[in-house]
C-alpha cells in the first residue's frame, strides 16, 4: 500500500480492535438469558461491530490504488464481513467467532502492548479493578438483595475466578455483572503478569539488541573500508 493508505489503515486499527474485544461481551450477552434492555444492547451491538468491520473495508477501497490487490492481501477481513452478517441464523451464531481473528491487528500495535505492561499501565489496571470490585459489588448487592460487605466479598472472589460456591448470581443482571467483573479480575492478573515477566525480559532483550547494533555499526566500518581499499586498488591499477 501507498503512504496514504497505510496512514487510513492505522487510523482505523483501534477501532477495529475495540470492535473485536467487544465480541466477548455481546456472544455472552446473546448465550445467557437475561431481561431487558440487556437482548437490546447485544442485537445492537452485533450490528454496530458488523458494520465497523465493514466501513473499514469501504474505507480502505476507496482509498487504495489497486483494489484487486488489496482484496487479495486481506482475505481474513473480506470473509468475516460476509460470512458473519447480524442476519445470519441462529444455527451459526457461533461463525462470528471467526471476528475474533480480527485480533491479528494486535501484532501491528505492539508498542501500545508494551505501555500497557508498563508501571502506569498496571497503575490504571488497578484502579480499574479497584473500581470494578466495589461498582460490581454494589450492584450484585441491590440486585441480589444481599448486604454490601456481602456483595464485595463476592466481587473479590469472583475477579481472582475463586468463586465459592456460597454466593452465586441467580438472576439474569446478575450474571451480566459476574461476567464484567471476571472479565476485568483476569485481564488485571495478565496485565500484572506481562509487567512482571517485562520486568525480567525486557533488560536481557535491550542488551542482545544493543549488541546487534554494535555488530552491525562495525560491519558497515569493515565494509566502507573494504571499499576504499578496493577504490584505491583499483586507482592504482
Do not use: C
Not at 62 to 77: G, I, K, Q, T
Request: no cysteine; charged share 20%; glycine share 8%.
Amino acid at each position: 500500500m501507498d503512504e496514504r493508505s497505510e496512514r487510513v489503515q492505522r487510523r482505523l486499527e483501534p477501532v477495529v480492535i475495540v470492535a473485536t474485544l467487544l465480541v466477548i461481551p455481546v456472544m455472552i450477552l446473546e448465550g445467557v438469558d437475561v431481561e431487558e434492555p440487556w437482548p437490546t444492547v447485544a442485537y445492537i451491538g452485533d450490528w454496530v461491530i458488523w458494520l465497523v468491520f465493514l466501513a473499514e473495508i469501504v474505507i480502505m477501497l476507496a482509498v487504495v490504488r489497486n483494489r484487486r490487490r488489496w482484496l487479495a492481501e486481506n482475505p481474513l477481513d473480506v470473509a468475516i464481513v460476509i460470512l458473519t452478517p447480524p442476519v445470519v441464523s441462529s444455527t451459526l451464531t457461533s461463525i462470528r467467532l471467526l471476528r475474533l481473528l480480527r485480533l491479528v491487528r494486535l501484532v501491528r500495535v505492539a508498542e501500545l502492548a508494551r505501555g500497557a505492561f508498563s508501571l502506569a499501565g498496571v497503575r490504571y489496571a488497578a484502579l480499574l479493578a479497584v473500581l470494578t470490585a466495589f461498582a460490581g459489588g454494589q450492584a450484585f448487592a441491590d440486585i441480589e438483595g444481599t448486604s454490601d460487605g456481602t456483595g464485595l466479598y463476592w466481587a473479590l472472589t469472583t475477579m481472582t475466578t475463586v468463586g465459592y460456591g456460597d454466593v452465586v448470581p441467580h438472576t439474569g443482571a446478575g450474571r451480566v455483572i459476574a461476567v464484567v467483573v471476571m472479565l476485568v479480575g483476569i485481564g488485571f492478573v495478565a496485565v500484572l503478569t506481562g509487567a512482571i515477566a517485562q520486568r525480567f525480559i525486557a533488560p536481557e532483550a535491550e542488551e542482545a539488541q544493543t549488541r546487534e547494533e554494535d555488530l552491525q555499526t562495525r560491519l558497515d566500518d569493515v565494509g566502507e573500508r573494504l571499499e576504499r581499499i578496493e577504490t584505491l586498488l583499483s586507482e592504482k591499477a
